[in-house]
């Protein structure tokens, strides 16, 4: 971990940033064309979608971190979101994600990239 504090302090302060604008297109996007209704009265989509764009952003760091400062970053970083699982899953309560499944459908990556997306994204389940 010690060996990439410089680079993860230096790619956080814009990373992000970055994340954030990146995952508000995306999803913004995915949700026009999935005809699904963001902030209306349906109380668990709202809570799936909050889970949702966490989740979105949370990975997106981990993608681009992976790519600014290497492999080894990217996977301390994953093991950093992973123990703090807990906290993450207070977030993403309810059953099962058909949401997080139609945006997997949805985004146009490689296989690994979509795997690598898959193994952050992954820590955000909705618990049953």
């Given at each position: 971990y010690v060996a990439n504090i410089e680079c993860f302090r230096g790619f956080f302060m814009v990373g992000t940033r970055l994340c954030s604008l990146e995952a508000r297109e995306t999803l913004e996007d995915f949700?026009?064309?999935?005809?699904?209704?963001?902030?209306?009265?349906?109380?668990?989509?709202?809570?799936?979608?909050?889970?949702?764009?966490m989740g979105f952003e949370v990975t997106c760091l981990s993608m681009r971190l992976g790519e600014s400062c290497g492999e080894s970053a990217r996977s301390a970083f994953v093991t950093v979101v992973r123990r703090l699982r807990g906290v993450m899953e207070s977030q993403c309560e309810g059953g099962p994600s058909a949401l997080k499944t139609k945006l997997y459908n949805y985004m146009e990556v490689d296989d690994e990239r979509m795997n690598k997306f898959k193994e952050t994204f992954e820590l955000f389940r909705r618990k049953r």
């Open positions: 949700y026009a064309k999935s005809n699904i209704e963001v902030g209306g009265l349906d109380d668990a989509l709202n809570a799936e979608i909050r889970c949702l764009e």
